[in-house]
């Protein structure tokens, strides 16, 4: 092996394995040590460089009720422009949007401008994927929260407040760093949650990505298609 060009391989491998080191050594820590625990998310999931070409992301979950598939459909486009769509038998019968500015949501034919208060951390959101923003101390607040358990694994739970004081709990596997669960309080003093569990990571070209998900009781959703850089544009968030 050429040794010049093995070097920055070398670097690359010893950077990552003192982040996780210090994860580990830092793990009744607060600030500094969730910090490193989203840092190595990132790495997980492809790594910073890798990630900041993904400029769309296309994904189509089905989920299997009463017999019948319903398919989640979310278009997503940086900084952050989203469109979630509720298919079922190709039809669309939910629909939410965010251009950037503005945010719309089109049920039973009937459509509804979104309230400013529900848009503040959306038009605060600068990435498709959370954990970039998570570490801009400008838009979010990280600090440890624990640990916990997600179907039998452990995981480091971090705790993350926006600039807007929306908070989440993030639950990251000890042993990969893939995130397992979310929970939103569902309430101030925050006795319930709305709890999202993934899992079945997996490969999607260069992109480490979860292939199931499950929010609270409901039935697992599967992923059908994920494509990065493909089958979104400008016109999936029009008015």
């Not at 251009?99 to 949501?105: A, D, L, P, T």
């Not at 600039?163 to 639950?171: A, D, E, P, R």
Request: hydrophobic share 35%; proline share 2%.
């Amino acid at each position: 092996m050429n040794f010049k060009k093995a070097i920055p391989f070398v670097l690359c491998a010893m950077i990552q394995f003192g982040l996780l080191v210090t994860a580990n050594a830092q793990d009744d820590a607060t600030g500094d040590s969730a910090s490193i625990v989203v840092e190595n998310a990132l790495v997980a999931m492809g790594g910073r460089e890798y990630l900041s070409t993904i400029r769309t992301l296309y994904t189509d979950m089905s989920l299997q009720t009463e017999g019948k598939a319903i398919h989640w459909i979310k278009k997503e486009m940086l900084p952050n422009k989203c469109v979630f769509k509720v298919v079922n038998n190709d039809n669309v019968v939910f629909s939410q949007c965010f251009n950037g500015s503005k945010g719309f949501e089109l049920l039973n034919s009937n459509k509804f401008e979104q309230e400013a208060e529900e848009l503040k951390d959306k038009k605060k959101q600068k990435n498709i994927f959370p954990e970039f923003d998570y570490l801009n101390s400008a838009l979010w607040k990280v600090e440890m929260a624990g640990q916990q358990k997600i179907n039998g694994e452990d995981c480091y739970r971090i705790k993350v407040v926006s600039h807007y004081g929306n908070i989440k709990y993030l639950s990251y596997s000890k042993k990969k760093f893939y995130k397992l669960a979310e929970e939103i309080p569902l309430n101030a003093v925050q006795e319930k949650y709305k709890t999202t569990i993934y899992g079945g990571y997996k490969k999607y070209g260069k992109l480490v990505y979860y292939s199931t998900m499950q929010t609270d009781n409901t039935s697992v959703a599967k992923m059908e298609k994920l494509l990065t850089n493909q089958e979104v544009s400008n016109a999936d968030f029009r008015d």
